[in-house]
């Protein structure tokens, strides 16, 4: 059996017999971690004052406000 050929038990061709050794990487991080739960919380306080900030300064809610500018 070559490394590069290999031919199966009908007598074809396989040149993709041979797969590379698979190994998980137990560091990287995804998905809901910790510090993209801060992240998210922090971001979503920051509009919300923004929203409140709009809504007082202007006198309307934020949908009122994109009226009054884009309109």
Known sequence: ?????????????????IEPKMYVDESVSTGFTPY????????AMIGFVSLLA???????????????VLG
């Open 1 to 17: 059996m070559n490394a590069r050929n290999y031919i199966d038990d009908q007598g074809l061709l396989n040149n993709f017999a």
């Open 36 to 43: 993209a739960e801060k992240m998210n919380g922090r971001f």
């Open 54 to 68: 709009i809504e007082v300064l202007t006198g309307h809610g934020f949908l009122g406000f994109l009226k009054d």
